[in-house]
């Protein structure tokens, strides 16, 4: 599946248009960090997109005013992701189920108001601008085929870290976690900090997917910290099958392209869009696209 | 001019009365999520666009139909509230037995779209409602100015709260909605249509968040976004007082509302995060609210 997931990275540059590939593996990574965190710990997260943003206008600073090299931009923007979720997640951890999607929700917001008081951030023009330099001081990512190999690595680089996490002894006990929790704690297992491990994972790699999307658009805005964007890879998630390994690539495939095609021909209806599909698939396929597919195939369906 | 803390009394009682007014929504609709939690186990997260909706209904009413300011509050939170039974009914009863979260989920997608919609026909700039004619002006209260409106919401909403907690605490429906959330199996042997009072408790909620939404269209603009910046506020007021008791409810809405208000004056660039931080802090203190109960 890796192979082919790569293989289909490799050729797609050709076929389709780099830039919409590139949002798209951004926010396929994403929503892939997410998915570990609601798919398989079971814990629903409304706050992501305050990790999303964090990173992104982190590695703006970086890159623009300080004028480090996008790896470095890069990797200080997750850095500080993956502090903050370190933050909110010994926080959120606290209160379980529906608390916890409030919680974070909330810690989201905090983060929106800061983003929007804070004078680095540009407010509500954003930080434009952010040069795309040059990787590692050689490879100049203006160049936009360039830029997309480069996406194409740090996401396959972060699917495969969810893959192996995932399938990891540490992946199991997550998912006993959410099967049953008392059960897992009566088995000795300290739930808190297999949580709270989880939780730093998923904004870790938030925090990578929002700082390469702030070198590949070189804008970070306060869209990336609104809840919108939260909700938005929660629906990418929810569309494309939790718990599955390829569904949130596919769902943020599906919303990336829908808001694509439609954002010129149906302008702002694209919101009641997005929460019309909400709503299908709450009531129709919770399942969604990949784990009903999965579903269909009697030999799998203990499989996976 | 008297002063307190260095700030004139004017602002700093001027501002009290915002957040004496800010509270009183907080509590009103912090008290319909926690009523429609109590049964439904749903996390209402339209419940903002509730708010709006009855916010919106009342000022479509004023300049499209000529219904008063008065018949919009009667009105608009009926409408509202119907629309919660076309909801629960047909939407939120499918989910029935499922994990609480997909309520949540459901509820979110519901409120996208009411946005969406208000934000398609009236944009995002804001409608402004005229105050009644019976409350304009105010009075000299000595200390301070008490625009009449203002002082109206304030005893409108903390009524309708204390209708809400006699309604649940003394009366006998309140007394089989109680017995319902606790065992609803057992309240359905009794005979008691369990199904019904779901329905009925969930567009009272709703029914309350449009009530809130009509009281606050002559204060704030109309505006269809009012509803989700507002109800994200409400699930901190939520978890820092627990849903555990209706007196709670009430009293952590109106004390953060006046919180909020003091750090507005005293240090204002604090005053739109204050509750997240109160609420972080909560957490760390009390996990399970101020007045929650350890699940």
């Given at each position: 599946?890796?192979?082919?997931?790569?293989?289909?990275?490799?050729?797609?540059?050709?076929?389709?248009?780099?830039?919409?590939?590139?949002?798209?593996?951004?926010?396929?990574?994403?929503?892939?960090?997410?998915?570990?965190?609601?798919?398989?710990?079971?814990?629903?997260?409304?706050?992501?997109?305050?990790?999303?943003?964090?990173?992104?206008y982190v590695c703006g600073y970086l890159c623009k005013t300080l004028g480090a090299t996008p790896e470095l931009g890069i990797l200080g923007g997750t850095a500080v992701a993956a502090l903050l979720g370190l933050l909110f997640g010994s926080l959120a951890i606290?209160?379980?189920?529906?608390?916890?999607?409030?919680?974070?929700?909330?810690?989201?917001?905090?983060?929106?108001?800061?983003?929007?008081?804070?004078?680095?951030?540009?407010?509500?023009?954003?930080?434009?601008?952010?040069?795309?330099?040059?990787?590692?001081?050689?490879?100049?990512?203006?160049?936009?085929?360039?830029?997309?190999?480069?996406?194409?690595?740090?996401?396959?680089?972060?699917?495969?870290?969810?893959?192996?996490?995932?399938?990891?002894?540490?992946?199991?006990?997550?998912?006993?976690?959410?099967?049953?929790?008392?059960?897992?704690?009566?088995?000795?297992?300290?739930?808190?900090?297999?949580?709270?491990?989880?939780?730093?994972?998923?904004?870790?790699?938030?925090?990578?997917?929002?700082?390469?999307?702030?070198?590949?658009?070189?804008?970070?805005?306060?869209?990336?910290?609104?809840?919108?964007?939260?909700?938005?890879?929660?629906?990418?998630?929810?569309?494309?099958?939790?718990?599955?390994?390829?569904?949130?690539?596919?769902?943020?495939?599906?919303?990336?392209?829908?808001?694509?095609?439609?954002?010129?021909?149906?302008?702002?209806?694209?919101?009641?869009?997005?929460?019309?599909?909400?709503?299908?698939?709450?009531?129709?396929?919770?399942?969604?696209?990949?784990?009903?597919?999965?579903?269909?195939?009697?030999?799998?369906?203990?499989?996976? | 001019?008297?002063?307190?803390?260095?700030?004139?009394?004017?602002?700093?009682?001027?501002?009290?009365?915002?957040?004496?007014?800010?509270?009183?929504?907080?509590?009103?609709?912090?008290?319909?999520?926690?009523?429609?939690?109590?049964?439904?186990?749903?996390?209402?997260?339209?419940?903002?666009?509730?708010?709006?909706?009855?916010?919106?209904?009342?000022?479509?009413?004023?300049?499209?139909?000529?219904?008063?300011?008065?018949?919009?509050?009667?009105?608009?939170?009926?409408?509202?509230?119907?629309?919660?039974?076309?909801?629960?009914r047909y939407l939120l009863r499918r989910l029935q037995g499922l994990d609480p979260l997909y309520g949540l989920l459901l509820t979110f997608g519901l409120a996208l779209v009411a946005e969406g919609v208000f934000r398609n026909f009236y944009g995002i700039s804001?409608?402004?409602?005229?105050?009644?004619?019976?409350?304009?002006?105010?009075?000299?209260?000595?200390?301070?100015?008490?625009?009449?409106?203002?002082?109206?919401?304030?005893?409108?909403?903390?009524?309708?709260?204390?209708?809400?907690?006699?309604?649940?605490?003394?009366?006998?429906?309140?007394?089989?909605?109680?017995?319902?959330?606790?065992?609803?199996?057992?309240?359905?042997?009794?005979?008691?249509?369990?199904?019904?009072?779901?329905?009925?408790?969930?567009?009272?909620?709703?029914?309350?968040?449009?009530?809130?939404?009509?009281?606050?269209?002559?204060?704030?603009?109309?505006?269809?976004?009012?509803?989700?910046?507002?109800?994200?506020?409400?699930?901190?007021?939520?978890?820092?007082?627990?849903?555990?008791?209706?007196?709670?409810?009430?009293?952590?809405?109106?004390?953060?509302?006046?919180?909020?208000?003091?750090?507005?004056?005293?240090?204002?660039?604090?005053?739109?995060?204050?509750?997240?931080?109160?609420?972080?802090?909560?957490?760390?203190?009390?996990?399970?609210?101020?007045?929650?109960?350890?699940?």
């Amino acid at each position: 599946m890796f192979a082919a997931l790569a293989t289909a990275g490799l050729v797609a540059p050709f076929l389709i248009y780099p830039t919409f590939l590139m949002k798209l593996l951004c926010f396929a990574l994403f929503a892939a960090a997410f998915n570990l965190l609601l798919g398989f710990a079971g814990l629903l997260s409304f706050g992501h997109a305050a990790f999303f943003a964090v990173s992104a206008y982190v590695c703006g600073y970086l890159c623009k005013t300080l004028g480090a090299t996008p790896e470095l931009g890069i990797l200080g923007g997750t850095a500080v992701a993956a502090l903050l979720g370190l933050l909110f997640g010994s926080l959120a951890i606290r209160r379980s189920g529906i608390y916890f999607a409030m919680i974070t929700l909330a810690l989201a917001q905090l983060v929106y108001f800061l983003c929007v008081q804070f004078p680095f951030t540009g407010g509500e023009d954003g930080m434009q601008g952010i040069p795309r330099g040059r990787l590692f001081g050689l490879l100049d990512l203006s160049d936009n085929l360039t830029m997309y190999f480069f996406v194409l690595v740090v996401f396959l680089g972060g699917f495969w870290l969810i893959h192996r996490t995932i399938h990891s002894p540490f992946g199991q006990v997550l998912k006993a976690i959410r099967e049953n929790e008392q059960r897992a704690i009566s088995l000795g297992y300290a739930v808190e900090r297999y949580k709270l491990l989880a939780f730093v994972l998923s904004a870790t790699l938030t925090g990578l997917a929002g700082a390469t999307k702030a070198i590949v658009f070189q804008l970070a805005s306060l869209t990336d910290a609104h809840w919108h964007t939260s909700g938005q890879a929660v629906l990418m998630t929810l569309l494309g099958g939790m718990g599955t390994v390829l569904g949130p690539v596919l769902g943020a495939g599906i919303i990336v392209g829908l808001e694509t095609q439609l954002a010129d021909r149906v302008g702002s209806w694209v919101t009641v869009i997005m929460g019309a599909i909400f709503v299908v698939c709450v009531l129709l396929f919770r399942r969604g696209v990949v784990g009903e597919l999965a579903a269909l195939n009697p030999l799998r369906r203990h499989g996976d | 001019m008297t002063s307190i803390f260095g700030k004139p009394a004017p602002l700093l009682f001027g501002q009290l009365l915002l957040g004496l007014i800010n509270g009183s929504f907080y509590a009103v609709l912090s008290l319909g999520l926690a009523v429609i939690f109590g049964l439904l186990n749903v996390i209402n997260f339209a419940h903002g666009a509730q708010y709006m909706i009855g916010a919106f209904l009342a000022w479509i009413g004023l300049t499209a139909f000529g219904v008063s300011y008065w018949e919009a509050l009667v009105l608009a939170p009926l409408l509202v509230g119907l629309l919660g039974v076309l909801i629960e009914r047909y939407l939120l009863r499918r989910l029935q037995g499922l994990d609480p979260l997909y309520g949540l989920l459901l509820t979110f997608g519901l409120a996208l779209v009411a946005e969406g919609v208000f934000r398609n026909f009236y944009g995002i700039s804001g409608q402004s409602y005229e105050v009644p004619e019976q409350l304009r002006g105010g009075v000299n209260l000595g200390f301070m100015f008490l625009p009449l409106y203002r002082g109206w919401v304030i005893v409108a909403a903390l009524s309708m709260c204390g209708v809400v907690w006699y309604a649940i605490e003394r009366t006998r429906l309140g007394a089989t909605l109680r017995a319902a959330t606790q065992r609803p199996d057992l309240v359905q042997a009794l005979g008691i249509n369990v199904p019904l009072l779901v329905t009925v408790t969930y567009a009272a909620g709703a029914a309350l968040a449009g009530f809130a939404g009509v009281l606050a269209a002559p204060i704030f603009q109309v505006n269809p976004l009012m509803g989700s910046n507002l109800i994200i506020v409400v699930f901190a007021v939520v978890v820092i007082g627990g849903m555990g008791s209706i007196g709670g409810s009430i009293l952590t809405g109106v004390g953060l509302g006046l919180v909020e208000a003091l750090t507005k004056v005293y240090y204002s660039e604090a005053s739109s995060v204050v509750i997240f931080l109160i609420m972080a802090l909560v957490l760390l203190v009390r996990p399970a609210g101020l007045f929650g109960r350890q699940a």
